[in-house]
């Protein structure tokens, strides 16, 4: 996930517009919608795919900013907003529901028969809590307030 957020931050995310613009495709289309141009703006916010999954997953939370903003504005107000969701920082499920946006991207550009699940917020929700659970722990270890055998 580190190495997603920072391609993503260094304008290096490999959409098919940004592979045009390097030779490696002459299909700057959205594998997943194939009605739009891919950039990181479509990929992340304007592709009825990923409204579909903010929809899904943020009941409207993460896009209090709304999709007009400029895309980095938009990115970190929404990485840098602390409200509890679900029992979770919503800075965290919205960075993983970009990565997952990202992660089954991909998997539609290697496995034509790849969908997402329908339930996009079980699946953040799941890693959510999983994350919170392992980084309890780590920081619990750090701090001596659990014994691990
Ligand atoms: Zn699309």
Aim: aromatic share 12%; charged share 15%.
């Amino acid at each position: 996930m580190q190495h997603f957020f920072w391609i993503l931050f260094h304008g290096k995310t490999l959409t098919n517009s940004q592979r045009d613009v390097h030779g490696l495709t002459g299909d700057v289309s959205c594998p997943r919608c194939e009605s739009g141009i891919e950039d990181v703006n479509h990929l992340l916010r304007s592709c009825r795919v990923s409204i579909a999954v903010w929809e899904n997953i943020s009941r409207g939370v993460t896009t209090s900013t709304g999709f007009n903003d400029e895309l980095d504005s938009w990115l970190a107000s929404n990485l840098c907003n602390g409200k509890v969701v679900n029992s979770a920082p919503n800075y965290l499920q919205f960075a993983l529901s970009l990565w997952f946006l990202w992660k089954w991207r991909c998997n539609k550009v290697f496995d034509a028969t790849f969908s997402v699940h329908q339930s996009h917020n079980l699946i953040v929700n799941s890693f959510s809590r999983e994350w919170l659970k392992a980084n309890f722990i780590a920081s619990a270890k750090i701090t001596g307030f659990i014994t691990v055998a």
